[in-house]
């Protein structure tokens, strides 16, 4: 039996210029009617205006010169402001045509009515998530049944959701165009002024290009005017990932139900797993350490006596309040906490640490950066700025500097599991959990010679939670250095775990979390957006939920390799008897 989808089962309408499918009418486009083709006619009245504003201009001047009365025209005067006046109205609606059809094609009135039953849609979501209990183990994890209601529909942001079809010579002269190579792929949004549709076009033009169909890839039911300028260029489509569920976690007293986005078969279900455990043994603790964002810009002097004097200079606590006070002027939120240097011959790499509030925070400790070594240049003439990233920072890349200084968020979290639970919930025993810890994440990960990788899978949930709330997934490298302790306590009874993670780099506002999906991941944990009471609680919370779920991971991971059900689970979890090429045929 085929799994019921979560989205549209619409069929993805590939680009024909022959097809047509009229949306409420057949309306014609006010470009139908132009007697010369569309970028002529737009030419014609660029040259028009353009020409008519000089001669008005030339003429004024000339009166003025003889003492004339401005509002004394002649019949030249007259044709050239009628002309004026045609040729400002055609360019005021970028070029005319989006201007008119704006106007004549009124949204329909059903868009708003959809509006008022999203509201009614929220309140039923309010009521259906109730439950009160912990859910229980994963692999066998049920929840009572629901009484028959109303289908609930997702709250999302309402855009057009009809198919985009090319169905004008307008389209099909762009598709052309596109694959030929006069226009360019990355100007359709700017030229068509619809984000959508320059997408679909674009989506046509690299299938006659390469020879190969995108059908696979979804188009229709994104809203790409939120990805504009912000998430991606030059979009053709949407991946989709699903999303599941781990929890309750349990972690300082308050519940979390952690959004997890994913396509490896029984990770959600291991977290889960994990999160029964540490709810049934009271709860997790979890303490933020640090919060400081980093960047390293790279200068160069002539001498190594120079990168001296300016590394003492930056490093002088009587020089620090003028340098915040430049940092600072770039943002509200940004405040220069500590700077670092290192040298290397010739070459100074400064390393400033600075707050950033709820954003993740690399634009902002950029601009601040910038800010300090313009201030520079003035004391320091020879500085040579070789780049605003010279790597100290370190962002994106395994590095020391960021194991041991940390970056972004240094959160630690820690949960004493009773022993009773991890014989029957975690089906293993707290000394098989130590010594593996011991031998598995410690000692193999020393003859590995890893770097911050002194666990079994943190990277797993961080990418998960990433995904799922709109954070940069490349920063999962750095965000993962984590080390898992365990040990016996209570008289070797229970079993004391912690995970140390000292740069996870998460923030609450711009970026993906503006999104819609993710928004909306990131308001079921309840740090959507903004702290309004204490800037940058809300992405500190976040922080410490992904330690806490990382936690939950490892937790369960361990007890199924101490157990010996790795390979058991898999084999069930992750893999299908289903034949997926029949499937999508």
């Known amino acids: 039996m085929e799994a019921p989808r979560l989205y549209s089962t619409k069929p993805v309408q590939s680009l024909k210029p022959t097809k047509k499918i009229p949306l409420e009418e057949d309306h014609g486009k006010a470009s139908d009617a132009l007697p010369l083709p569309l970028h002529l006619t737009n030419a014609l009245f660029f040259t028009l205006f353009f020409s008519v504003v000089y001669f008005l201009l030339s003429r004024w001047r000339e009166k003025i ?83 028959p209601a109303a289908p609930i529909v997702t709250p999302q942001k309402v855009f057009d959701e009809q198919p985009v079809t090319v169905t004008t010579e307008e389209d099909e002269e762009l598709i052309k165009s596109v694959v030929d190579g006069t226009t360019p792929s990355y100007s359709l949004e700017s030229k068509l002024g619809d984000c959508k549709r320059a997408a679909a076009i674009r989506r046509e033009a690299l299938q006659r290009l390469t020879g190969k169909s995108l059908s696979g890839l979804p188009l229709d039911g994104l809203d790409y005017e939120s990805i504009l300028g912000q998430c991606c260029e030059m979009p053709v489509g949407y991946v989709q990932i699903p999303v599941g569920i781990a929890g309750p976690l349990l972690v300082n007293g308050r519940e979390y139900s952690v959004p997890m986005a994913t396509t490896e078969g029984c990770l959600v279900a291991s977290t889960n797993r994990g999160c029964k455990a540490i709810h049934l043994s009271g709860g997790a603790t979890s303490v933020l350490l640090k919060d400081g964002m980093t960047r390293a810009p790279c200068v160069r002097f002539g001498t190594a006596k120079r990168a001296a004097d300016l590394k003492l200079y930056l490093e002088d606590p009587d020089n620090f309040e003028t340098l915040s006070v430049v940092f600072n002027r770039s943002s509200r939120f940004g405040r220069l906490q500590g700077i670092k240097c290192a040298i290397a011959g010739k070459n100074l790499y400064i390393r400033f640490t600075c707050s950033t509030g709820d954003a993740m925070g690399m634009n902002m400790v950029s601009k601040g950066v910038q800010n300090v070594l313009d201030f520079l240049q003035t004391d320091f003439p020879d500085m040579d700025v070789i780049g605003i990233s010279g790597n100290f920072c370190s962002d994106k890349k395994p590095a020391a500097v960021n194991w041991i200084e940390g970056r972004g968020k240094s959160v630690v979290c820690e949960a004493i599991i009773k022993g009773d639970v991890i014989k029957k919930v975690l089906k293993t025993s707290v000394e098989s959990l130590v010594e593996l810890n011991m031998l598995k994440n410690l000692t193999g990960s020393a003859m590995a010679g890893a770097l911050g990788g002194f666990n079994a899978h943190a ?59 993710q928004s909306a991941c990131l308001n079921l944990l309840g740090v959507k957006g903004a702290s309004k009471e204490t800037p940058g609680a809300n992405s500190r919370t976040l922080a410490t939920i992904v330690a806490s779920a990382v936690l939950a991971g490892e937790l369960s991971l361990m007890s199924a390799l101490a157990a010996g059900q790795l390979v058991k689970s898999h084999m069930k979890y992750n893999r299908s008897s289903k034949d997926v090429s029949k499937a999508t045929s």
């Open 459 to 517: 990277s797993n949930i961080v990418t998960a939670i990433y995904l799922a709330t709109g954070q940069d997934p490349a920063q999962n490298v750095e965000s993962s250095h984590c080390i898992t302790m365990m040990e016996a306590v209570n008289e070797g009874k229970d079993l004391h775990i912690s995970v140390t993670m000292p740069s996870i780099e998460v923030g609450t506002v711009g970026g993906g979390t503006q999104l819609a999906s």
């Open 65 to 147: 010169r003889t003492s004339t009365a401005l509002h004394v025209v002649t019949f030249s005067d007259i044709i050239a402001l009628l002309s004026f006046f045609a040729s400002f109205i055609y360019l005021l609606g970028f070029f005319g045509i989006d201007f008119v059809q704006s106007l004549v094609f009124q949204p329909s009135p059903d868009v708003w009515v959809a509006e008022d039953e999203e509201d009614d849609n929220e309140v039923l979501l309010a009521k259906e998530d109730t439950r009160k209990v912990p859910c229980g183990q994963a692999l066998d994890c049920s929840l009572p049944p629901l009484p």
